[in-house]
Nanobody, 127 residues
Framework: QLQLVESGGGLVQPGGSLRLSCAASGFTLDYYAIGWFRQAPGKEREGVSCITQSGSSAQYADSVKGRFTISRDNAKNTVYLQMNSLKPEDTAIYYC????????????????????WGQGTQVTVSS
């Protein structure tokens, strides 16, 4: 069974940090571009960051640039999202997703291309 499992969410104070993990089981992430998305209550799912299959490039939403860093460790079959300087507006359920891309050098910041999704992990930023 092909699965993505997110972990690392939780409650953190403004200015704090969290590292989210996205682990794959049943398939290898080596061939996939990976995206992180989030959805806050009453809002649409939005792209946060993505990393290409090659790992050579990444994209970030303007709202998280300079604060979040995406990385991948293919040996561990895991992708990470390091989140620093967290703000209350970062509060959401965070999802990772995998896309089998036509190129090793592209990734997408919108949900449509992604084939596999995790169940999400809650991130709450509050004092």
């Amino acid at each position: 069974q092909l699965q993505l499992v997110e972990s690392g969410g939780g409650l953190v104070q403004p200015g704090g940090s969290l590292r989210l993990s996205c682990a794959a089981s049943g398939f290898t992430l080596d061939y996939y571009a990976i995206g992180w998305f989030r959805q806050a209550p009453g809002k649409e799912r939005e792209g946060v960051s993505c990393i290409t299959q090659s790992g050579s490039s990444a994209q970030y939403a303007d709202s998280v640039k300079g604060r979040f860093t995406i990385s991948r460790d293919n040996a561990k079959n895991t992708v990470y999202l390091q989140m620093n300087s967290l703000k209350p507006e970062d509060t959401a359920i965070y999802y990772c997703a995998a896309d089998l891309p036509s190129s090793a050098y592209v990734c997408f910041d919108y949900p449509t291309p992604y084939d596999y999704w995790g169940q999400g992990t809650q991130v709450t930023v509050s004092s």
